[in-house]
């Protein structure tokens, strides 16, 4: 090709393929939150970001490189064997290790910790600019040149003919090899490295700091102030700049989980979306404008590491954006949404006027009072077909304004003034004809009229309030509000109110669904109910799946284009699938900006995207994948220790003696609402069921001989669970006495003892026949000593594997051989009873103590310490209780109290001298130390329904203690709460309500608090 051709073909390329300018539309607002110095980042400049395959988060900063798991920073510098902490690059390689360039050059992570690689390796030691690997092989451009080795050793890369300095950029992916040499790049085949860019029009004015691929197969280059992308091998390379800002520093472009292409610049982020770019930056919600590196980690949320701000998470996957006063809206309560075909527009009512948002331009404009509008509060809208739009105002009737926003007419209503035509909902059917929910009843508007005419309801008061309307199958319409569900047209009018089975009269909201039912939301917390209606009666049907709502406070139903049901209410949104396999609920985390809903604000637009309405504004949702929960966290075991030794989850070690107590740690790899999740564990050999806890960590003290397995498994908060448990086996080795051998050399010693004797004994038998009698008598009542003393030993062993080697209090097996006797004594008592009736000093009470912030007595004054001060609790825990009483090391810090033969209303008494006896007097420990320290209690009675005694097991109200104790530390500590349940909750057993979190058990749990020594009194019987 001839250069006048190969000039044609490149304008005719760049023609048909270069990028456009930055969209100019409406994105909205997107939701995120800044990670700083406030949650353990210590540098806030973020210039290098990765996630590994385990699902960690790795943050390259200017000062320090940092692994994040969602709740916690860990730090890594010179102590972690790092030579400098100005991380340039980060990357992971096919067998998992991972490589950090810094300005002192190439380090990889061993363990715990990282290696410098040194010049003795042969990379030298010059700031690392990119890595890259492939089959066997790492990359490192550096200063000092391409190097090449296999992670431990290197050789310098031959450079290619007319190559010269330090080397910029390096890929490498489907047996190809890039490198940047400043401007030019070179590409390494078979015959060795040849120029790709120099005569593909590419050009070498700028240095290369990034290459990088697409899921088709396209080769993107970056410079600080420009991108190219080069479609086929043999193709030429194109400018894809045009209308992008420049980098704020060296030029980065990353690739995220779908193959596309995030451009980091100096106002923000933009991403390739088919031919053009959308830009992410402050209009969109972004904190700041400098971006230095991005990242899309395997949940779908965008993180983008800023200049000097910190590291920015958004929310969710992107699919709710949002719009407020800041963007134009007259007001941020949102009331009513209507979409116009015509001139593709939204029409949004708003507690102060109507606004139009132009989804092309981003444009926003408002109608108040003053500009002719009927009344400012706007509560209803109904889009026309010509482009124009109705608008309801409280009070000030109904305006027509045309698709050019002028006020056509002002409607009024027979018999009403505009002061008292107050709409709240608008319906405009097939036939043009528009319907008007009102303060004051239902009114009608024909095709062509100037006049809304009163519609009677049916049954009852013609003037009763109408908040929303939906029709049937078969054209009939039906009206919801103060007074019922109402039949206005299609068959026999008809009113249906609670003597029909609704729970109460005032219906707010109705949706019918593809089956023909139709789902309500009542105006009270009563949540929704399915009902098909009949001529004369209404079917109630359950909702699928079943479950609880996020919310009983229901303030919208609506359904989108696939048929899904959406649920809104003050705590977030319950979405259904159309055949009801699924649930999800979408709040904060996933990119709302408020979880509080606004009274019937749903709109779905035809291509699947909704539109709500918030008390933070306009909301759009577009969504990114099919409704689901998403991926289920995973959990991971960060820390395995004995008092001597640190341990690999991949081990499966058997402990000696003094290694009888194991301390494990954790961490829940989820970035999506990561203070919402929860851990259930166990440890297989001790306990059979799991704990659930919001802790990350557990202590196993005294562990006994035997084989055990640790299980732990992550609850997200979408309620998804680990799919598979992060575990660890191991064994516990038991004292050569309790050996088998040993046992067996003690039985054969007796034995031999035995034989022994009876042999000497026979020899003499001939001499003194009487003599070795009476020594046959004498020795086997040496043998019978003997029996009874092995005998005694026995038991010794027995005890000592029931009782904790620290405190000498019982343990958890001791608890569970004892319980199920003191357990059918409960039941038999309450079995005798009448119902209703109580059986005086019969119950179980359980009492779960633990030592608030005793992490922080081992980290001060070390495991000693913090072990005498446990035995120093267990005495005065059993000063305070009966001699009746048990008194179990129950794990770590923690201690279980059983009152047996005892009261539930003496509970709160025997709580209160519990923590008077903890927290009324420091402890002397020994050595000069003196700690004063308080406990925390969660308690609770077997039986928690005395109506119905066998309903709640022991071991479910052990896990109701449990939650209790988590409720009283994340209260502040130094208290007791007890928990009851409501007494209308008691006839509801088969539901299980009582496993559900109690943040949603409002009027069926009763929570009891008693304050501690020197806290601030608590109120006691407050109902949760």
């Known amino acids: 090709m001839n250069a006048s051709a190969r000039a044609l073909w490149l304008t005719v390329l760049a023609c048909s393929l270069a990028g456009a300018p930055a969209r100019a539309s409406s994105p909205g607002r997107l939701a995120f939150r800044v990670l700083n110095e406030d949650h353990g980042l210590g540098n806030l400049t973020v210039e290098a970001l990765l996630q590994d395959r385990v699902g960690f988060l790795w943050v390259g900063t200017q000062n320090g490189l940092y692994r994040f798991d969602g709740r916690t920073f860990v730090a890594y510098g010179r102590d972690a064997g790092f030579k400098s902490t100005r991380v340039f690059a980060l990357h992971e390689s096919a067998d998992g290790t991972l490589?950090?360039?810094?300005?002192?050059?190439?380090?990889?992570?061993?363990?715990?910790?990282?290696?410098?690689?040194?010049?003795?390796?042969?990379?030298?030691?010059?700031?690392?600019?990119?890595?890259?690997?492939?089959?066997?092989?790492?990359?490192?451009?550096s200063q000092a040149g391409l190097f090449v080795g296999d992670g431990r050793a290197f050789r310098i890369e031959a450079t290619p003919p007319g190559a010269s300095g330090p080397a910029s950029a390096v890929f490498a992916e489907g047996g190809h090899v890039y490198a940047a040499y400043e401007g030019l790049l070179f590409e390494r085949d078979a015959e060795g490295w040849r120029d790709v860019g120099t005569d593909a029009g590419l050009p070498a004015t700028e240095r290369i700091d990034r290459v990088v691929s697409d899921a088709q197969g396209r080769l993107f280059v970056r410079t600080a102030r420009s991108l190219w992308m080069r479609a086929a091998p043999s193709g030429f390379f194109v400018a894809l700049h045009d209308g992008l800002p420049p980098a704020a520093t060296s030029g980065r472009l990353e690739r995220d989980g779908r193959g596309d292409m995030l451009l980091p610049t100096s106002r923000g982020i933009a991403r390739r979306a088919g031919d053009s770019w959308d830009m992410l930056g402050?209009?969109?919600?972004?904190?700041?404008?400098?971006?230095?590196?991005?990242?899309?980690?395997?949940?779908?949320?965008?993180?983008?590491?800023?200049?000097?701000?910190?590291?920015?998470?958004?929310?969710?996957?992107?699919?709710?954006?949002?719009?407020?006063?800041?963007?134009?809206?007259?007001?941020?309560?949102?009331?009513?949404?209507?979409?116009?075909?015509?001139?593709?527009?939204?029409?949004?009512?708003?507690?102060?006027?109507?606004?139009?948002?132009?989804?092309?331009?981003?444009?926003?404009?408002?109608?108040?009072?003053?500009?002719?509008?009927?009344?400012?509060?706007?509560?209803?809208?109904?889009?026309?077909?010509?482009?124009?739009?109705?608008?309801?105002?409280?009070?000030?009737?109904?305006?027509?304004l045309t698709r050019e926003g002028t006020v056509a007419h002002r409607y009024s209503a027979a018999g009403l003034t505009p002061d008292?035509?107050?709409?709240?909902?608008?319906?405009?059917?097939?036939?043009?004809?528009?319907?008007?929910?009102?303060?004051?009843?239902?009114?009608?508007?024909?095709?062509?009229?100037?006049?809304?005419?009163?519609?009677?309801?049916?049954?009852?008061?013609?003037?009763?309030?109408?908040?929303?309307?939906?029709?049937?199958?078969?054209?009939e319409l039906f009206g919801v509000g103060r007074g019922g569900l109402q039949r206005l047209t299609g068959g026999a009018p008809r009113r249906f109110t609670r003597a029909d089975g609704l729970t109460d009269d005032f219906v707010a909201s109705i949706v019918r669904l593809p089956?023909?039912?139709?789902?309500?939301?009542?105006?009270?917390?009563?949540?929704?109910?399915?009902?098909?209606?009949?001529?004369?009666?209404l079917e109630f049907l359950p909702?699928?799946?079943?479950?609880?709502?996020?919310?009983?406070?229901?303030?919208?139903?609506?359904?989108?284009?696939?048929?899904?049901?959406?649920?809104?209410?003050?705590?977030?949104?319950?979405?259904?699938?159309?055949?009801?396999?699924?649930?999800?609920?979408?709040?904060?985390?996933?990119?709302?900006?408020?979880?509080?809903?606004?009274?019937?604000?749903?709109?779905?637009?035809?291509?699947?995207?909704?539109?709500?309405?918030?008390?933070?504004?306009?909301?759009?949702?577009?969504?990114?994948?099919?409704?689901?929960?998403?991926?289920?966290?995973?959990?991971?075991?960060?820390?395995?220790?004995?008092?001597?030794?640190?341990?690999?989850?991949?081990?499966?070690?058997?402990?000696?003696?003094?290694?009888?107590?194991?301390?494990?740690?954790?961490?829940?790899?989820?970035?999506?609402?990561?203070?919402?999740?929860?851990?259930?564990?166990?440890?297989?050999?001790?306990?059979?069921?799991?704990?659930?806890?919001?802790?990350t960590g557990a202590r196993y003290p005294g562990l006994a001989a035997g084989r055990y397995r640790f299980e732990v498994v992550a609850v997200g908060a979408d309620g998804s669970v680990s799919p598979?448990?992060?575990?660890?086996?191991?064994?516990?080795?038991?004292?050569?006495?309790?050996?088998?051998?040993?046992?067996?050399?003690?039985?054969?010693?007796?034995?031999?003892?035995?034989?022994?004797?009876?042999?000497?004994?026979?020899?003499?038998?001939?001499?003194?026949?009487?003599?070795?009698?009476?020594?046959?008598?004498?020795?086997?009542?040496?043998?019978?000593?003997?029996?009874?003393?092995?005998?005694?030993?026995?038991?010794?062993?027995?005890?000592?594997?029931?009782?904790?080697?620290?405190?000498?209090?019982?343990?958890?097996?001791?608890?569970?051989?004892?319980?199920?006797?003191?357990?059918?004594?409960?039941?038999?008592?309450?079995?005798?009873?009448?119902?209703?009736?109580?059986?005086?000093?019969?119950?179980?009470?359980?009492?779960?103590v633990d030592v608030d912030h005793f992490k922080e007595v081992n980290d001060r004054h070390g495991h000693p310490v913090g072990d005498r001060l446990l035995v120093a609790l267990a005495r005065r825990l059993e000063s305070v209780v009966r001699d009746s009483d048990l008194v179990v090391?129950?794990?770590?810090?923690?201690?279980?109290?059983?009152?047996?033969?005892?009261?539930?209303?003496?509970?709160?008494?025997?709580?209160?001298?519990?923590?008077?006896?903890?927290?009324?007097?420091?402890?002397?420990?020994?050595d000069g130390v003196v700690l004063a320290r308080t406990c925390s209690i969660g308690w609770a009675a077997l039986p928690w329904i005395r109506d119905e005694p066998g309903a709640v097991s022991w071991e479910e109200t052990l896990v109701l203690v449990d939650r209790a104790l988590y409720l009283a530390k994340r209260s502040g500590r130094n208290q007791a709460i007890g928990v009851m349940p409501s007494e209308h909750a008691a006839p509801d057993v088969e539901s299980r309500w009582w496993r559900e979190p109690f943040d949603r058990l409002e009027g069926r749990l009763r929570t009891a608090r008693i304050a501690g020594p020197h806290a601030r009194p608590a109120g006691e019987g407050a109902t949760t």
């Open 99 to 141: 490589y950090v360039g810094t300005r002192a050059g190439l380090s990889r992570r061993e363990g715990g910790s990282f290696r410098h690689v040194t010049s003795a390796d042969g990379l030298p030691e010059a700031p690392v600019a990119g890595i890259a690997s492939d089959a066997g092989h790492v990359y490192v451009a």
């Open 515 to 537: 089956d023909e039912t139709f789902v309500i939301g009542y105006r009270e917390a009563l949540g929704v109910a399915r009902v098909r209606v009949h001529p004369d009666r």
């Open 724 to 848: 598979v448990p992060a575990a660890f086996a191991f064994s516990v080795m038991p004292p050569w006495w309790e050996t088998i051998w040993a046992r067996m050399a003690i039985v054969g010693l007796v034995l031999a003892a035995g034989a022994a004797l009876i042999a000497l004994r026979t020899r003499a038998l001939a001499a003194d026949r009487r003599r070795l009698e009476d020594a046959v008598i004498a020795r086997n009542g040496e043998l019978a000593r003997t029996n009874a003393e092995l005998a005694d030993v026995n038991k010794q062993l027995q005890e000592a594997s029931v009782r904790d080697p620290l405190t000498h209090l019982h343990n958890r097996r001791y608890l569970t051989e004892v319980v199920a006797e003191n357990v059918k004594r409960v039941l038999r008592a309450y079995a005798g009873s009448e119902r209703g009736a109580t059986a005086r000093n019969q119950d179980l009470v359980f009492f779960l």
């Open 282 to 400: 402050r209009r969109e919600g972004l904190p700041a404008d400098v971006a230095l590196c991005a990242l899309v980690d395997r949940e779908g949320s965008l993180w983008v590491g800023l200049g000097g701000v910190g590291l920015a998470q958004r929310l969710g996957r992107g699919d709710f954006a949002s719009w407020g006063i800041a963007d134009g809206l007259s007001h941020e309560l949102v009331w009513a949404i209507a979409r116009d075909r015509a001139t593709e527009a939204m029409w949004v009512g708003t507690q102060e006027g109507l606004n139009r948002l132009d989804l092309n331009t981003g444009a926003m404009r408002t109608w108040r009072e003053r500009e002719g509008l009927g009344g400012d509060l706007v509560y209803a809208v109904a889009a026309a077909p010509d482009g124009g739009v109705w608008a309801g105002s409280w009070p000030g009737g109904v305006t027509r």
């Open 543 to 695: 909702i699928e799946p079943a479950g609880a709502m996020t919310s009983d406070m229901v303030q919208f139903v609506g359904r989108d284009s696939a048929g899904q049901l959406w649920v809104g209410g003050d705590r977030g949104l319950d979405v259904f699938a159309a055949d009801g396999s699924r649930r999800r609920r979408f709040g904060r985390a996933d990119g709302l900006p408020t979880e509080d809903m606004d009274q019937n604000a749903f709109f779905a637009d035809a291509d699947g995207v909704v539109w709500l309405g918030t008390s933070r504004g306009l909301v759009r949702y577009r969504p990114s994948e099919p409704l689901g929960n998403g991926t289920p966290p995973s959990v991971v075991l960060t820390e395995i220790a004995t008092p001597r030794r640190a341990l690999a989850a991949s081990e499966q070690p058997s402990l000696a003696r003094d290694e009888r107590t194991l301390t494990v740690s954790w961490s829940g790899l989820t970035f999506r609402d990561p203070n919402a999740v929860r851990y259930r564990y166990r440890l297989v050999g001790l306990e059979d069921e799991f704990i659930e806890t919001a802790q």
């Open 889 to 926: 090391r129950w794990g770590g810090e923690e201690f279980l109290v059983v009152a047996r033969e005892s009261d539930r209303g003496e509970a709160e008494p025997v709580a209160q001298r519990i923590l008077e006896a903890v927290g009324g007097a420091p402890f002397e420990l020994g």
């Open 420 to 475: 008292t035509f107050e709409v709240i909902a608008l319906h405009l059917r097939a036939d043009g004809e528009l319907w008007a929910g009102a303060s004051r009843g239902a009114f009608r508007l024909a095709a062509g009229k100037d006049s809304f005419e009163p519609a009677g309801l049916p049954g009852g008061p013609a003037r009763d309030s109408v908040f929303a309307f939906a029709e049937g199958a078969r054209g």
